[in-house]
């Protein structure tokens, strides 16, 4: 596997977990009301939940679309070098 | 690498039948070897990052904006359903236990309130959804017209205003009930709390009316104009599902009200010295925003005038995500339970209740931005066909309800 790929397969795989850890948090959450919890002052464990949330929610939003792209770039050039290379004549 | 074995098999003497070979070697040289400088790929990363915070995020947030603006059904319901059975499942008349008799019972009312509501107006745009909402509709009336449900009120005024209301006492609390009696009775003519809804209405009626300055006094010693415009919905509404006509008195209403709590800046006086106009409180976001929502089932051009000083004064907006800022210009605060957090000024309150605003008002492009900021911080959660707010809680999903269903104007 070369490194352009397996950047993009590394990027795919940690976007799935976290994607799912997310999901998991929100269900969590959502099971519960974290206003009642915070007013009842279990405030520690309702910020919690809302600093993980915020950090998930912010990576898949804000980095990992870029990451994605990033990483599609990079193929995607080595991909054209492969193809200008194949297309050279053998030099003598 | 690549050049030294090129060197050596040329040097060795090998030809062009090795070729093949050796060019297989110098391509899988080429694709392990990363081809561009160090310094260009983090302008390309920083360029990826850029154009994907720029895009992707307000793509994610905005893509129900269109379908609730639009009154879509099975967007409304599905928010609709688990608003429906939340205030089926409560056992108990509130749903927080701080202690704080004033807070539980305040937020109860409101839930109740933004429930029927919210119900109410998915049930006005998609009619068949009346026998699915109806009943949770009863059972939140029910709970609003307990008195035991706002038992504060009962300390403060010696009887609840739903028992009685003493002369000159105000009740502006009523405010919020009577105007969810009024959209129960829109879709249920027949309730049986149209007698109720009927005595209430003419009580604050008559305060209301007969005040010098628009204002009547929610709790003893206490006057805050966003009650007052609840009151002034609630008469609007109570006008329009009964047949009776008020707009002339609500037309001198609206001036006096104006005229007492309408800041400069555009927004709404948050509290203001009994039977006076001189204000307690700063002009806020949250409370022009509510009060543009509420009077919108009264005086649509006095809540068109809220809402265009709370667009002017108080929108923000960022990446496509808006919000709206809570204290009004040369004013400062740190919020309350009303504003809810306030962060670079801009608070939760002033922000969900701008959606209502927004949606009563037309204003599609402002609202879409404020749903993408609701999307981001209120975290939907998809379960089957229902979907939650889940940083809302019961509270939250009532009022988010009430205003992604708001009538336009």
Request: glycine letters at 10%; a positive charge.
């Amino acid at each position: 596997m070369t490194p352009a790929l397996r950047r993009v397969a590394v990027c795919a795989a940690v976007i799935v977990v976290t994607a799912l850890a997310h999901e998991s948090l929100v269900a969590r959450i959502a099971s519960t009301d974290p206003v009642a919890e915070l007013l009842s002052g279990q405030s520690i464990a309702t910020f919690q939940n809302a600093a993980a949330l915020g950090l998930l929610r912010a990576f898949l939003m804000l980095l990992a679309p870029g990451w994605v792209l990033y990483s599609l770039l990079l193929l995607g050039h080595g991909y054209c070098v492969h193809r200008q290379a194949k297309a050279r004549p053998p030099s003598s | 690498m690549c050049r030294q074995r090129r060197l050596v098999w040329l040097d060795a003497g090998h030809d062009l039948e090795h070729s093949e070979r050796f060019e297989m070697t110098v391509l899988h040289d080429i694709l392990r070897r990363p081809r561009l400088p160090l310094r260009m790929r983090v302008l390309v990363a920083l360029g990826c990052l850029l154009l994907t915070v720029a895009v992707v995020p307000r793509l994610v947030c905005g893509r129900h904006a269109a379908l609730y603006f639009e009154r879509d059904l099975a967007t409304q319901d599905a928010l609709a359903r688990s608003v429906a059975a939340s205030v089926r499942a409560q056992r108990g008349r509130q749903f927080y236990h701080t202690g704080t008799a004033r807070f539980d019972g305040q937020s109860a009312i409101a839930t109740y309130q933004m429930t029927i509501l919210g119900l109410g107006q998915v049930i006005l745009a998609h009619p068949e959804k009346r026998d699915d909402y109806l009943p949770a509709i009863r059972t939140a009336a029910d709970r609003l017209v307990d008195p035991a449900t706002l038992d504060y009120a009962a300390d403060v005024y010696g009887t609840h205003g739903v028992v009685q209301m003493a002369p000159g006492a105000g009740h502006a609390y009523l405010g919020y009930i009577n105007l969810a009696l009024g959209m129960l009775r829109q879709i249920d003519p027949d309730t049986r709390h149209a007698a109720l809804h009927d005595r209430l209405t003419d009580e604050l009626a008559r305060r209301l009316f007969n005040s010098p300055t628009g204002m009547i006094e929610t709790y003893p010693g206490e006057t805050w104009p966003p009650d007052v415009a609840a009151v002034a919905g609630s008469i609007g509404l109570h006008a329009r599902a009964t047949g009776t006509d008020r707009q002339a008195e609500l037309d001198r209403w609206a001036e006096r009200f104006a005229s007492c709590a309408l800041d400069a800046t555009g927004y709404l006086i948050q509290r203001i010295r009994s039977g006076t106009c001189e204000p307690l409180d700063a002009p806020r976001g949250s409370g022009t925003a509510v009060a543009s929502y509420f009077l919108g089932f009264a005086h649509p051009a006095l809540s068109r005038r809220l809402y265009e000083g709370l667009v002017a004064q108080g929108e923000r907006s960022l990446l496509g995500f808006g919000a709206v800022r809570e204290y009004a210009s040369g004013h400062q605060g740190a919020g309350d339970v009303n504003a809810g957090f306030v962060v670079f000024g801009v608070s939760v309150g002033a922000t969900g209740f701008a959606l209502g605003a927004a949606m009563t008002h037309g204003d599609r492009a402002f609202f879409t931005e404020l749903f993408r900021t609701a999307h981001l911080f209120g975290v939907p959660s998809q379960a089957g066909e229902t979907r939650t707010y889940a940083a809302g809680g019961a509270l939250g999903n009532a009022l988010l309800l009430a205003m992604l269903t708001a009538r336009t104007l």
